[in-house]
């Protein structure tokens, strides 16, 4: 696995499917509804069985929902995580709606929620690149360089930040973002 070491906690890249990994908690690119839909939120509530969604259920009629850039934590069903941080990114828009900004936040937030539960590893997505159109290529430093800056920056706990990417595409972008971030 390709990685680096930020102080006492590693971000790692790893081709694979979220819904497998044994962590404290794994990121859902999920919608403002906490509705579910396709993608990864498809196969995390898929795998995960009926009792994430009661939970998006309830907090959507507490809160209205979670607001692009904004995390929001649930339990995890049956998979082997703890936690589910559903993180909503944003729709690309061509670049000039805050949408840099916005993929910024919803990393930071999450990232936020789970030093708040004082979890050690976090698995996350590529947030906004699939359905939401957001260039991988964009996507991948914006992503890394926030993540990076939490862990040099923020009070946690946390020791491993892994990046767990459905498909090759996505995978080498984050590679190549990596390697210039460190750089
Ligand atoms: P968004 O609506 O935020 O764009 P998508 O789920 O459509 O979210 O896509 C985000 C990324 O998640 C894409 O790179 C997609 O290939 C990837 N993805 C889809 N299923 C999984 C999975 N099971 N594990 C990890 N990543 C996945």
Known sequence: MKGIQIGEAEIRLKQGDITKEEVDAIVNAANSGL????????????AGGPEIMEECRQIRAREGGCPTGEAVVTGAGKLKARYVIHAVGPVWQGGGKGEEELLRSAYRNSLKRAAERRLKTVAFPSISTGAYGYPVEKAAPVALS?????????????????????????????????DRLRA
Do not use: C, P, Q, S
């Not at 509705?35 to 898929?46: M, P, S, Y």
């Not at 862990?151 to 498909?167: A, D, K, M, S, Y």
């Open 146 to 178: 926030e993540v990076k800056r939490f862990l040099e920056e923020e009070e946690h706990t946390l020791r491993e930040i892994r990046f767990v990417l459905f498909n090759e595409e996505t995978y080498r972008a984050y590679e190549g973002a990596l």
């Open 35 to 46: 509705l579910g839909g396709g993608g990864v939120d498809g196969a995390i509530h898929r």
